[in-house]
Protein backbone atom coordinates (compact mmCIF):
# COMPACT_ATOMS: atom_id res chain seq x y z
CA UNK A 1 0.00 0.00 0.00
CA UNK A 2 0.86 3.54 -0.77
CA UNK A 3 2.27 5.75 2.06
CA UNK A 4 0.30 7.55 3.92
CA UNK A 5 2.47 10.76 3.73
CA UNK A 6 2.58 10.31 -0.24
CA UNK A 7 -1.23 9.64 -0.58
CA UNK A 8 -3.02 12.17 -2.69
CA UNK A 9 -6.96 12.89 -1.45
CA UNK A 10 -9.36 14.91 -3.37
CA UNK A 11 -12.38 16.39 -1.47
CA UNK A 12 -15.15 16.74 -3.36
CA UNK A 13 -18.36 18.41 -2.25
CA UNK A 14 -21.28 20.78 -3.84
CA UNK A 15 -20.64 23.31 -1.66
CA UNK A 16 -24.42 25.10 -2.04
CA UNK A 17 -26.08 24.52 1.50
CA UNK A 18 -22.91 26.08 3.22
CA UNK A 19 -23.12 29.36 1.37
CA UNK A 20 -27.67 29.37 1.54
CA UNK A 21 -28.48 28.46 4.72
CA UNK A 22 -27.13 30.22 8.06
CA UNK A 23 -27.59 27.33 10.27
CA UNK A 24 -25.13 25.17 7.90
CA UNK A 25 -23.03 28.22 7.19
CA UNK A 26 -22.40 28.16 11.35
CA UNK A 27 -21.38 24.39 11.47
CA UNK A 28 -19.12 24.35 8.62
CA UNK A 29 -18.25 28.12 7.31
CA UNK A 30 -15.73 27.10 5.25
CA UNK A 31 -17.43 24.36 3.73
CA UNK A 32 -18.27 20.95 4.55
CA UNK A 33 -15.06 20.00 1.61
CA UNK A 34 -12.87 21.70 3.90
CA UNK A 35 -13.35 20.28 7.32
CA UNK A 36 -12.88 17.17 5.80
CA UNK A 37 -9.24 18.25 4.02
CA UNK A 38 -8.15 19.86 7.82
CA UNK A 39 -8.30 16.61 9.37
CA UNK A 40 -7.30 14.52 6.64
CA UNK A 41 -4.11 16.87 6.44
CA UNK A 42 -3.75 16.81 9.79
CA UNK A 43 -3.36 12.53 9.22
CA UNK A 44 -0.45 13.15 6.97
CA UNK A 45 -2.30 13.39 3.32
CA UNK A 46 -1.89 15.38 0.66
CA UNK A 47 -5.22 17.02 0.37
CA UNK A 48 -6.99 19.62 -2.30
CA UNK A 49 -10.60 19.98 -2.70
CA UNK A 50 -13.12 20.45 -5.68
CA UNK A 51 -16.78 21.96 -6.24
CA UNK A 52 -19.68 21.58 -8.09
CA UNK A 53 -19.37 25.35 -9.26
CA UNK A 54 -15.72 25.20 -10.87
CA UNK A 55 -15.09 24.56 -14.17
CA UNK A 56 -15.45 20.56 -14.60
CA UNK A 57 -16.42 20.73 -11.12
CA UNK A 58 -12.94 20.74 -10.18
CA UNK A 59 -12.14 17.13 -11.54
CA UNK A 60 -10.13 17.95 -14.50
CA UNK A 61 -8.23 14.70 -15.87
CA UNK A 62 -5.17 15.98 -14.47
CA UNK A 63 -6.47 16.87 -11.32
CA UNK A 64 -7.96 12.87 -11.02
CA UNK A 65 -4.62 11.57 -12.40
CA UNK A 66 -3.22 13.31 -9.58
CA UNK A 67 -5.89 11.86 -7.01
CA UNK A 68 -5.05 8.17 -5.32
CA UNK A 69 -8.78 8.47 -3.87
CA UNK A 70 -11.44 10.49 -4.57
CA UNK A 71 -13.81 11.48 -1.40
CA UNK A 72 -17.46 12.79 -2.60
CA UNK A 73 -20.25 14.58 -0.93
CA UNK A 74 -23.29 15.30 -2.73
CA UNK A 75 -26.81 16.03 -1.68
CA UNK A 76 -29.52 18.31 -4.06
CA UNK A 77 -27.50 18.82 -7.47
CA UNK A 78 -26.88 15.44 -8.20
CA UNK A 79 -28.57 16.56 -11.87
CA UNK A 80 -25.88 19.52 -12.65
CA UNK A 81 -22.78 16.93 -12.04
CA UNK A 82 -21.88 16.97 -16.28
CA UNK A 83 -22.06 12.79 -17.34
CA UNK A 84 -18.06 13.50 -18.95
CA UNK A 85 -17.54 14.21 -15.45
CA UNK A 86 -18.84 10.96 -14.12
CA UNK A 87 -17.47 9.25 -17.34
CA UNK A 88 -13.90 10.27 -16.15
CA UNK A 89 -14.47 9.50 -12.53
CA UNK A 90 -15.59 6.24 -13.49
CA UNK A 91 -12.47 5.35 -15.60
CA UNK A 92 -10.30 6.69 -12.86
CA UNK A 93 -12.34 3.98 -10.14
CA UNK A 94 -11.87 1.31 -12.39
CA UNK A 95 -8.00 1.71 -12.73
CA UNK A 96 -7.32 2.08 -9.54
CA UNK A 97 -8.46 5.34 -7.69
CA UNK A 98 -10.42 4.96 -4.47
CA UNK A 99 -13.59 6.16 -3.92
CA UNK A 100 -15.48 6.81 -0.59
CA UNK A 101 -19.08 8.27 -1.12
CA UNK A 102 -20.40 10.30 1.89
CA UNK A 103 -24.28 10.41 3.58
CA UNK A 104 -26.78 11.81 0.25
CA UNK A 105 -23.73 10.77 -2.22
CA UNK A 106 -25.74 7.13 -2.55
CA UNK A 107 -27.81 8.99 -4.82
CA UNK A 108 -24.70 10.31 -6.73
CA UNK A 109 -24.45 9.62 -10.71
CA UNK A 110 -20.89 8.53 -10.25
CA UNK A 111 -22.46 5.82 -7.10
CA UNK A 112 -25.31 4.82 -9.05
CA UNK A 113 -23.46 3.99 -11.78
CA UNK A 114 -20.83 1.37 -10.06
CA UNK A 115 -23.83 -0.54 -8.63
CA UNK A 116 -26.14 -0.56 -10.68
CA UNK A 117 -29.39 0.06 -8.61
CA UNK A 118 -31.24 2.97 -7.43
CA UNK A 119 -29.38 3.14 -4.45
CA UNK A 120 -32.84 4.48 -2.78
CA UNK A 121 -33.73 4.22 0.86
CA UNK A 122 -35.79 5.64 3.58
CA UNK A 123 -35.25 8.80 5.81
CA UNK A 124 -36.06 11.30 8.48
CA UNK A 125 -34.67 14.57 10.01
CA UNK A 126 -32.26 14.50 13.18
CA UNK A 127 -33.02 11.17 14.55
CA UNK A 128 -30.53 9.07 17.73
CA UNK A 129 -28.09 6.75 15.67
CA UNK A 130 -25.46 3.83 17.20
CA UNK A 131 -23.28 2.57 14.14
CA UNK A 132 -22.38 -0.53 15.46
CA UNK A 133 -19.05 -1.98 14.23
CA UNK A 134 -19.90 -5.33 12.52
CA UNK A 135 -16.60 -6.13 11.46
CA UNK A 136 -14.12 -5.40 14.08
CA UNK A 137 -11.15 -6.94 12.49
CA UNK A 138 -11.52 -4.45 9.42
CA UNK A 139 -8.78 -1.87 8.98
CA UNK A 140 -11.50 1.14 8.81
CA UNK A 141 -12.23 0.73 12.31
CA UNK A 142 -9.37 0.57 13.55
CA UNK A 143 -9.32 3.01 16.85
CA UNK A 144 -12.77 2.77 17.00
CA UNK A 145 -14.82 1.24 19.38
CA UNK A 146 -18.15 -1.16 19.54
CA UNK A 147 -20.24 1.92 18.31
CA UNK A 148 -20.44 5.63 17.03
CA UNK A 149 -23.28 7.46 18.74
CA UNK A 150 -24.50 10.35 16.69
CA UNK A 151 -27.33 12.88 16.52
CA UNK A 152 -28.02 12.63 12.43
CA UNK A 153 -30.35 11.98 9.74
CA UNK A 154 -32.66 8.76 9.92
CA UNK A 155 -31.65 6.44 6.33
CA UNK A 156 -33.37 3.26 6.93
CA UNK A 157 -33.35 -0.03 4.64
CA UNK A 158 -34.59 -1.67 2.82
CA UNK A 159 -31.59 0.07 0.73
CA UNK A 160 -31.38 -0.89 -2.83
CA UNK A 161 -27.81 -1.51 -3.55
CA UNK A 162 -26.08 -4.79 -4.22
CA UNK A 163 -24.91 -6.87 -1.49
CA UNK A 164 -21.75 -4.92 0.44
CA UNK A 165 -18.19 -7.45 -0.09
CA UNK A 166 -17.73 -6.43 3.18
CA UNK A 167 -20.37 -4.80 5.74
CA UNK A 168 -18.41 -2.53 8.36
CA UNK A 169 -21.34 -0.73 10.12
CA UNK A 170 -25.03 -1.54 10.73
CA UNK A 171 -27.20 1.98 12.29
CA UNK A 172 -29.67 1.43 14.61
CA UNK A 173 -31.89 4.58 15.07
CA UNK A 174 -34.23 5.86 17.26
CA UNK A 175 -37.39 4.97 15.79
CA UNK A 176 -35.99 1.44 15.56
CA UNK A 177 -35.15 1.36 12.06
CA UNK A 178 -32.08 0.32 10.74
CA UNK A 179 -29.24 0.69 7.85
CA UNK A 180 -25.82 -0.62 6.37
CA UNK A 181 -24.04 2.63 6.40
CA UNK A 182 -20.57 1.06 5.78
CA UNK A 183 -20.29 -1.05 3.01
CA UNK A 184 -17.08 -1.66 1.06
CA UNK A 185 -17.29 -2.91 -2.85
CA UNK A 186 -14.55 -3.61 -5.63
CA UNK A 187 -14.81 -2.04 -8.98
CA UNK A 188 -12.13 -3.11 -11.60
CA UNK A 189 -8.94 -2.07 -9.79
CA UNK A 190 -11.06 0.36 -7.39
CA UNK A 191 -11.95 -0.12 -3.80
CA UNK A 192 -15.07 1.81 -2.60
CA UNK A 193 -16.31 2.20 0.80
CA UNK A 194 -20.30 4.09 1.18
CA UNK A 195 -19.95 5.93 4.87
CA UNK A 196 -23.42 6.62 5.75
CA UNK A 197 -23.27 9.70 8.41
CA UNK A 198 -22.82 13.47 7.51
CA UNK A 199 -26.55 15.34 7.15
CA UNK A 200 -25.55 19.40 6.41
CA UNK A 201 -27.10 20.26 9.34
CA UNK A 202 -25.70 18.05 11.96
CA UNK A 203 -21.34 18.64 13.09
CA UNK A 204 -21.15 15.14 12.18
CA UNK A 205 -17.75 15.70 10.65
CA UNK A 206 -16.25 17.47 13.74
CA UNK A 207 -17.09 13.94 15.52
CA UNK A 208 -13.83 12.64 16.27
CA UNK A 209 -14.45 9.11 15.81
CA UNK A 210 -16.17 9.99 12.45
CA UNK A 211 -12.91 11.77 11.28
CA UNK A 212 -11.18 8.56 12.47
CA UNK A 213 -12.95 6.34 9.98
CA UNK A 214 -12.65 8.12 7.23
CA UNK A 215 -8.55 8.52 8.12
CA UNK A 216 -8.94 4.85 8.15
CA UNK A 217 -11.03 4.55 5.10
CA UNK A 218 -8.64 6.91 2.68
CA UNK A 219 -5.58 4.17 3.85
CA UNK A 220 -7.77 0.98 2.75
CA UNK A 221 -9.15 2.75 -0.53
CA UNK A 222 -5.66 3.62 -1.74
CA UNK A 223 -4.05 2.02 -4.90
CA UNK A 224 -2.37 -1.01 -4.61
CA UNK A 225 0.68 -1.78 -6.72
CA UNK A 226 -0.21 -4.23 -9.59
CA UNK A 227 0.81 -5.57 -12.95
CA UNK A 228 -1.13 -4.26 -15.39
CA UNK A 229 -4.18 -6.01 -16.63
CA UNK A 230 -3.39 -7.67 -20.29
CA UNK A 231 -6.74 -8.22 -22.25
CA UNK A 232 -7.76 -9.16 -25.67
CA UNK A 233 -5.72 -11.81 -28.07
CA UNK A 234 -2.75 -13.22 -26.50
CA UNK A 235 -0.13 -15.85 -27.37
CA UNK A 236 0.13 -18.69 -24.59
CA UNK A 237 2.66 -18.30 -22.40
CA UNK A 238 5.92 -20.89 -22.43
CA UNK A 239 6.01 -23.78 -20.64
CA UNK A 240 8.66 -23.80 -17.97
CA UNK A 241 11.52 -26.74 -18.54
CA UNK A 242 12.19 -28.65 -15.88
CA UNK A 243 15.78 -30.19 -15.81
Known sequence: MILADKLRVTVWNEFQHERRIEHVRQIYPEGIHSTIAAFLREAGFEVRTATLDEPEHGLTQQVLDDTDVLIWWGH???????????????????NGMGLIPLHSAHFSKIFKRLMGTSCNLKWR??????????????????????????????????????????LVFVS????????????????????????????????????????????????????????????????????????
Request: charged letters at 25%; a negative charge; aromatic letters at 12%.
Open 76 to 94: MYHDRVADEVVDRVHRRVL
Open 172 to 243: WFGGGEVFRSGCCYTRGLGKIFYFRPGHEENPTYHNKDVQRVIVNAVSWASPTTHAAPVFGNTQPLEAKVHA
Open 125 to 166: HDEKERLWVVAPGHPIVEGIGEYIELEDEMYGEPFDIPQPET
